[in-house]
Structures are given as structure tokens and as C-alpha cells.
């Protein structure tokens, strides 16, 4: 958090010897403050579950979130199509937001 604004997520797995985390970025940082959030994840989340690690790797993205769901979303509910098998690129691209 930046304030009150959030600035992205962070979804970590603990192996016996690696910790690896997926970052989504949802605001522009520069490299030097994603080494700070990094090593702040390090600090107050990883090392904080006083787990033995080799490595903590860390796979980061930019986006935005586009909803949150659960068991109760239903694609039919909303109206969702999801073309399966092989479909031509304009379903893809339209699946896509394209």
C-alpha cells in the first residue's frame, strides 16, 4: 500500500528449500522501488514465517485487476462464452479483449 492506495499483490509458495512469489505491479514503479517492495516482502512476509530458505525468487508482472470471483461466478450466469478446441483467431481475439 501507498498511502491507502494499493499497489499490487504478491502470492507466495514455500517449497523446503525455495520460497517463489508471483508480484502483480498494479501502479508505474521504477526497477529501484520494485527492489524495495521486494525486499519488503522479503522482510515482513518471508522471513517473518520462519521457514529455512535457499532462494527467494520472485516472478513480477504489471497489470490490474479485472474482477474477483468464487465458486458462486458462473460463466453461464453472466452470459460468458468460452470458446473451447479450435476456434478461429476472431473468438480468441475477442476472448482476449481484442
Do not use: W, Y
Not at 5 to 11: E, H
Not at 21 to 30: A, H, N, P, R, S
Amino acid at each position: 500500500m501507498r498511502g491507502q492506495q494499493r499497489i499490487g499483490s504478491a502470492d507466495l509458495h514455500f517449497t523446503s528449500t525455495t520460497v517463489h512469489c508471483t508480484l502483480v505491479v498494479e501502479q508505474q514503479l521504477d526497477r529501484a522501488e520494485i527492489a524495495k517492495l521486494i525486499e519488503r516482502i522479503d522482510d515482513d512476509l518471508v522471513l517473518s514465517a520462519d521457514t529455512p530458505r535457499d532462494d527467494f525468487v520472485v516472478s513480477a508482472f504489471r497489470g490490474s485487476e479485472i474482477g474477483f470471483f468464487d465458486d458462486s461466478f458462473r460463466a453461464d450466469d453472466e452470459g460468458v462464452v468460452v470458446p473451447l478446441g479450435d476456434e478461429d483467431e476472431d473468438d480468441e481475439s475477442a476472448l482476449n479483449g481484442g
